[in-house]
């Protein structure tokens, strides 16, 4: 279980939240939803430790986040990726093997093969030899899940994995989630479609400059929670189609 | 023709040549290599920095009677870890950061050299002097590049990653910070080896110039390292040919030739498809 416990992140004297707790399960695919700006991305920052937070802690299984790093798989928001770089869909995947070699050690036969059968695995394998530019959103973005595959995480986080991709790819990336699911990992995903919630999480996080509410999506997600994270009008439009439909 | 033959034939009469020579394809392979990391990390403007803020070094060194490789080195990175600090420690961009940094060693550099009082040896700072390398030059020539050789062999994982995705690299606990600043004191040395042939203020030609030929070219990092330390060589070889046949500044020859590389690769390399995007334009 991933454990955050007190955190508040602050830019300058702005803070983004403040004493946010929350805990995410081992077997379950949690998501995270919010307004613009409400901190999600923040929060899986902090829990990354790739921005300080000011105050708390957060700890897997009892151990902090920093002796557990090599356990973490991060497919983040795409937006500086330079797309230009010289390097192919398959020496992508092969990074993910880095952290887990340490320095000094090249990727081998194992680390190869591994890279191989994870674009298998996101039927990318006929592009392993395609400069990352040469491809969709949405074939970038399961390269980028085949490099988390490659990591063997036990905590893997997704910000915003389904924003502009084929139908075709946010399947086969949710098919991956389940198998994650399945093998008992924690999978944390920040979305923004709120039709698709319920369908697509076990656990929900409700975030809006602090924790509005958290626990089992079917629970959580409800008129009362979207009208406090987002606004009145939004969670009349979303449940009443809901009720309209059944 | 008789040019070429020319050459050779003074190539195999003079030593000073032929020491030319075996510096200008050591620093073309050197600067080709740690010239791609720079273009892809869009560090250009940090390479140009770097180049101009070891001069206060130089001058130490001179004055000292020390290592210039050791005075360029220490200001090198201090130049590198102060635009940092600046950048970090306020609101200034990267780039402006750099801007003062770079032009205040600039500047204390050229008084050092002025309170020296050795005017011959600023003009070959600042434009090179490849005719007149000496043995002990040589010798640190192949130093700096074998320790390019070795970085870049043995960090070649860690140098891809942080140029290609620093982000991914922080998640995993790699420590970006070490490696940037790492390649920022090896492209000091690359630097004070490239003032030898090419003089301070075209060593970022040197740096970026051929990278960006073999960028042109390919879709791989190996491959890229590997064309742009060839460019490198082909540069040195053919500038320093022009520079002794039509006697002009060898600096500038050689930087001329790798422009006409850069320029020839610009029009025909398949990647940038200067024809065929031009005909899209068009249409």
Partial sequence: MLNVKGLTVAYDDTPVFSDVAVKFNAGKITGIIGPNGAGKSTLIKAILNLIKAREGQVDYNGQPMKAVQKQVAYVEQRKDLDLTFPIDVFDLVLTGTYGKLGLFKSPGKAEK??????????????????????????QLQRVFVAR???????????DEPFVGIDLQSETAIMRILKQWRDENKTIIVI??????????????????????????????????????AFSADLSSVLFQEKEGAQ | MASLIDFFNALGKYDFLQSALLTAIMVGIMSGIIGSFIILRGMSLMGDAISHAVLPGVAVAYMFGFNILIGASVFGVLAALLIGFVASRSKIKTDTSIGVVFSAFYALGFILISMAESSTNLHHILFGNILAVSDSDIMTTAVVLGIVILFVVIFYKELLVTSFDETYAKTYGLKVQVIHY?????LTLVTVSALQTVGIILVVAMLITPAATAFLWTDKLVTMLVLSASVGVVSAITGLYFSYTFNWASGPAIVIVAAMLFALSFVFSPKQNFFKLKRSVAR
């Fill in chain 1, 113 to 138: 093969a591994a890279s191989r059968s994870a674009l298998e695995q996101v039927s990318l394998s006929e592009f392993s030899k395609r400069q990352i530019g040469n491809l969709s959103g949405g």
């Fill in chain 1, 148 to 158: 988390a595959i490659v990591q063997q995480a036990e905590i893997i986080i997704l």
């Fill in chain 1, 191 to 228: 979305h923004h479609d709120l039709n698709k919630v319920t369908k697509y999480f076990d656990d929900l996080v409700i975030l809006n400059h602090g924790i509005v509410d958290y626990g089992p999506a079917n629970e959580v997600y409800n008129p009362k929670n979207i009208e406090s």
């Fill in chain 2, 182 to 186: 790492a390649l920022m004191l090896v």
